[in-house]
C-alpha cells in the first residue's frame, strides 16, 4: 500500500505561485509514474500533470502547459507541482496519484493509489 498527503494548498490572488507537494509513505515510489489531478466544484476529475518514474518524461494538460511543472524527488518518496502564473480557472481540490500498470497517464483511471487533495483557491 502506498499513502499520499498532499500540501502547499491555499489561497493565492491571479497571478500568484503555489507549490504543492505529494508526500508517500509505506511504499518506495521511484519505480511508479506519479500524476497530479484536479477537480471543481460540479466538475468532473482532470488531468493537470504527470511524470513517469525516472522524471525523464513530463507530461500537461494544455490548460497548464507553460504555467506549471512537475517534478519528483525519489529520495525523499515526494512528487511536487510549481504553479506558476495562478488563474480563477484553476482553481479545484488538487489531487496526487501513483500508477503502477502504466498505460496513458493522463488516464484517472489507471492510477492505483490517491491521496486526499489540497483546496488551491485563485482569487481574481
Known amino acids: 500500500q502506498v499513502q499520499l498527503v498532499e500540501s502547499g494548498g491555499g489561497l493565492v490572488q491571479a497571478g500568484g505561485s503555489l507549490r504543492l507537494s505529494c508526500a508517500a509513505s509505506?511504499?518506495?515510489?521511484?519505480?511508479?509514474?506519479m500524476g497530479w489531478f484536479r477537480q471543481a466544484p460540479g466538475k468532473e476529475r482532470e488531468f493537470v500533470a504527470a511524470?513517469?518514474?525516472?522524471?525523464?518524461?513530463?507530461y500537461y494538460a494544455d490548460s497548464v502547459k507553460g504555467r506549471f511543472t512537475i517534478s519528483r524527488d525519489n529520495a525523499k518518496n515526494t512528487v511536487y507541482l510549481q504553479m506558476n502564473n495562478l488563474k480563477p480557472e484553476d482553481t479545484a481540490v488538487y489531487y496526487c496519484?501513483?500508477?503502477?500498470?502504466?498505460?496513458?497517464?493522463?488516464?484517472?483511471?489507471?492510477?492505483?493509489?490517491w491521496g486526499q487533495g489540497t483546496q488551491v483557491t485563485v482569487s481574481s
Open positions: 509505506g511504499r518506495t515510489i521511484g519505480s511508479y509514474a
Open positions: 496519484a501513483a500508477n503502477i500498470r502504466g498505460g496513458d497517464l493522463r488516464s484517472f483511471g489507471l492510477y492505483d493509489y
Open positions: 511524470i513517469s518514474w525516472s522524471g525523464a518524461r513530463t
